[in-house]
């Protein structure tokens, strides 16, 4: 079945180790979205991909990056994590699909996430 | 920028009993879009909205998008054990791709 796919599902790094989330697609999307999600609250946009061309979101601290070798892969670095960086880490992707108004134009698709603890 | 308000932030209900949640952006939008998050999961979308007025049903859930496409709801008629979880309302801009989050209506349902 076509999906989302997040590795790992669980990750523990500690204080200021370096850390690195993946995500793969089966979909055929032209967008990647990266997403931290802490207890009880709303997504949060950190940056997405159009194809090849990276938006960051202008409050995403740059200990922060992305990489988007091909369109089925994605990766999330974080470069010194700190305790505040614990969370959910949702991958999403959708497929803008030419006409502004026509649905399915923002749908976007989830994977499970990675739930980073930082030690 | 953009901005989407949800409320209730949190909703308990006896089973049975019905249960709404509300969305309101700054903006008006081109479209709005519900997701379901149960305990421990991801969001999962539910539904899209881009008409002026629009009303869609699943089953016993109730979307509606206000004429002027800046406030949406969702209604669950006679609530279930399984509908337990958290709501969010997410608005699309005109021209744009991102979704905008509200923050969530958090729904226990107690039997």
């Not at chain 1, 070798?69 to 699909?97: E, K, Q």
């Not at chain 1, 698709?109 to 030690?119: D, S």
């Not at chain 2, 379901?36 to 002026?52: M, T």
């Not at chain 2, 699309?92 to 923050?103: C, E, I, V």
Request: proline share 5%; hydrophobic share 30%; with cysteine.
């Amino acid at each position: 079945d076509a999906m989302v796919i997040q590795n790992p599902r669980y990750q523990v790094t500690q204080f200021g180790k370096p850390v690195t989330l993946s995500c793969s697609q089966t979909l055929n999307h032209n967008v990647m979205y990266w997403y931290q999600q802490k207890s009880s609250q709303a997504p949060k946009l950190l940056f997405h991909y159009y194809d090849k061309d990276f938006n960051n979101e202008a409050d995403t601290p740059d200990n922060f990056q992305s990489r988007r070798p091909n369109t089925s892969f994605c990766f999330l670095d974080i470069r010194s994590p700190g305790l505040g960086d614990a969370a959910m880490y949702l991958c999403a992707t959708s497929r803008p699909s030419g006409g502004r108004d026509l649905a399915g134009w923002h749908t976007q698709y989830f994977g499970p996430g990675t739930r980073l603890t930082v030690l | 920028g953009q901005q989407v308000m949800q409320i209730p932030q949190y909703q308990h209900v006896q089973e049975g009993e019905d249960f709404t949640t509300y969305c309101n952006s700054s903006t008006t939008l081109s479209n709005i879009q519900w997701y379901k998050q149960r305990p421990g999961g991801h969001p999962v979308f539910l539904i899209q909205l881009v008409k002026s007025g629009e009303v869609k049903k699943q089953k016993r859930l109730t979307f509606q998008f206000g004429e002027a496409k800046k406030n949406s709801s969702l209604h669950i008629t006679a609530t279930q054990t399984t509908d337990v979880g958290t709501y969010f309302c997410a608005g699309g801009g005109a021209g744009s791709y991102q979704l905008t989050f509200g923050k969530g209506t958090k729904l226990s349902v107690i039997p």
